[in-house]
């Protein structure tokens, strides 16, 4: 029961460390990744209060370095996933009442546990598991998960505090109840910070999650567990379970207590889960919320007045980072023909700069993609630009499977804007370029528009403040996160909310109090002090 209205430390975004040579943080994320790439984990789902071991075991290796095995997981049956949501309803009786400063407590150690004694330990787990270099393994796997969880406390008070007005002898007020029955966590490989926010945002509302992490998440999925564990999560808050995603989703979905899905990855797997939610819409107690952050096919346009230098380097970050591999990526740019060149020299020097391989030399920039697959597909739509007439591969364009999955950064000119490259998402360091007549800025905006089924980030360079206003209004619906002289990506939680529209998702913006409001189903009380007694109203005389 409440004794107070308390203040939750104010949100402040985590610092970022520099892992220059001779830091303490270098050293310390050195050892703990010579740690665990040498040993061997055995990672067993987490149902209520067991570590459960099926037997049935998949092994995990890091993609630079694809033949070395870390470690293994176990898989789940049915029964397994039937005992998660059994788990996660039991949790709910007692988690759904506490009062809302122990879990806002909760994920405040959380956080600092995280900025603390397992910095070292969440970044090496990024690396090895994702192949992320340091600074991306620092931006995503430490700060940005520290400021998701700092943030969402504080925009968790801000919502219990938002409450009506009260007329003359009434009394008003709302509470954000949790939902209804378990919430369904689907999370993708590449942010460790996505992978930890989707069930713990919900969690923090007051939620009991059954949570799917990516196959190829599962090492860095560990260490979130146990952070979680020392942080307080009670049993049964957050249950994890990995194996085929259809039987676990079809399992999900067939509980009549299945209250949302909170979910980041494909476009086509969401759409299919969107599908078959409809078609057990029956089923359900109450009308599940789904949250999706999906695809995008995410672009930066160049205005004849804009900086060469500062185009180039908008493509290389936002086009190379990470490999590629963000949502919010670029994948296709529009150049001015006046500048086309200059811009493009200075990728290339950019490129020829990068340093590829493994992310334990923290000098590489560049290095694996998530797996096989991904490869594979990467190499098919690299072979077919060098083989078509109306594409030409000016950057890369080479790759290697022989130990990791390397893919060279690669730049592809493409003279038909509806070339394939130009549409379809590839999630990898390729990046396509179409140069456009300095004249046809207009139309080439409406280009912009009209060529992606995505809706998620974009960018536009100009040094005329006319075509930056154009440009922002032509391209009102083609990005949820728009970006003025800057690349379309990396959105900082309490700064620029994330997500898109389209085919990129509900747009329920992580990192803001949109996000967390979808995971109550608020309750107005009203109460009459001087309760009529008469059912007349004056109006009858």
């Not at 892992?19 to 149902?47: H, K, L, S």
């Not at 969401?270 to 107690?285: A, D, P, Q, S, V």
Request: some cysteine.
């Amino acid at each position: 029961m409440g004794k107070g209205f308390f203040q939750v430390p104010t949100a402040i975004n985590e610092t970022v460390k520099s892992y220059a040579p001779g830091t303490p943080e270098r050293a310390a994320v050195i050892a703990q990744y010579e740690t665990y790439f040498n040993g061997n984990v055995d990672v067993p789902m987490y149902i209520g209060s067991e570590e459960v071991r099926t037997g049935n075991t998949n092994t995990m290796s890091p993609p630079h370095d694809h033949k070395h095995i870390v470690g293994t997981y176990h898989l789940a049956e049915k029964k397994h996933v039937t005992h998660a949501i059994e788990n996660a309803l039991e949790a709910r009786k007692k988690w759904s009442q506490i009062a809302w400063e122990e879990r806002a407590a909760i994920f405040l150690k959380a956080a600092e546990l995280i900025a603390g004694p397992y910095r070292a330990k969440i970044n090496a787990a990024t690396m090895i598991a994702q192949s992320k270099n340091v600074h991306q393994a620092e931006i995503d796997a430490s700060c940005e998960l520290i400021d998701f969880l700092r943030f969402n406390v504080e925009f968790m008070s801000q919502i219990y505090a938002e409450q009506p007005d009260s007329g003359e002898g009434v009394w008003n007020r709302v509470e954000y109840r949790p939902l209804e029955g378990f919430v369904y966590a689907i999370t993708p490989f590449n942010f460790t910070a996505i992978a930890a926010n989707l069930p713990a945002s919900a969690a923090m509302m007051g939620n009991a999650v059954v949570w799917k992490p990516s196959d190829s998440q599962i090492f860095s999925a560990k260490v979130l567990v146990d952070i979680f564990k020392e942080a307080g999560v009670p049993d049964g808050v957050i249950n994890v379970v990995y194996g085929d995603p259809v039987m676990i989703t079809d399992t999900v979905l067939e509980s009549p207590d299945f209250a949302g899905v909170h979910f980041t990855g494909s476009t086509y797997v969401f759409k299919e889960l969107w599908k078959k939610i409809g078609n057990k819409i029956h089923t359900y107690k109450t009308y599940p919320k789904i949250v999706g952050e999906t695809g995008g096919k995410d672009f930066i346009i160049a205005h004849p007045s804009a900086d060469p230098k500062q185009v180039a380097t908008g493509i290389t970050r936002g086009a190379f980072e990470f490999q590629g591999q963000k949502c919010s990526a670029a994948s296709r740019a529009y150049l001015p023909k006046s500048m086309a060149d200059e811009v493009l020299n200075y990728v290339k020097e950019d490129v020829a700069s990068f340093k590829m391989g493994s992310p334990a030399d923290l000098g590489n920039y560049i290095t694996a993609v998530i797996h096989e697959g991904s490869f594979d597909k990467l190499a098919k739509y690299i072979d077919q630009a060098k083989a078509d007439a109306d594409a030409e591969v000016i950057i890369g364009g080479n790759y290697d499977k022989s130990k990791g999955y390397f893919i060279e950064p690669t730049v592809i000119v493409a003279k038909d804007p509806k070339y394939t490259t130009m549409e379809t998402e590839l999630f990898g360091p390729v990046m396509t370029v179409y140069v456009y007549d300095d004249a046809d800025w207009s139309e080439t905006l409406q280009l912009v528009d009209q060529t992606s089924e995505y809706a998620l980030t974009g960018a536009v360079f100009s040094r005329d403040r006319y075509a930056v206003e154009e440009a922002t209004k032509a391209l009102v619906n083609c990005a949820g996160n728009f970006y003025v002289n800057d690349k379309p990506t990396g959105a900082v939680v309490g700064q620029q909310p994330f997500g898109g529209a389209r085919a990129s998702g509900t747009n329920d913006k992580a990192g803001s109090p949109q996000n967390l409001l979808r995971w109550v189903s608020p309750r107005l009380i009203k109460e009459t002090f001087v309760t009529p007694i008469d059912y007349r109203y004056p109006f009858l005389g």
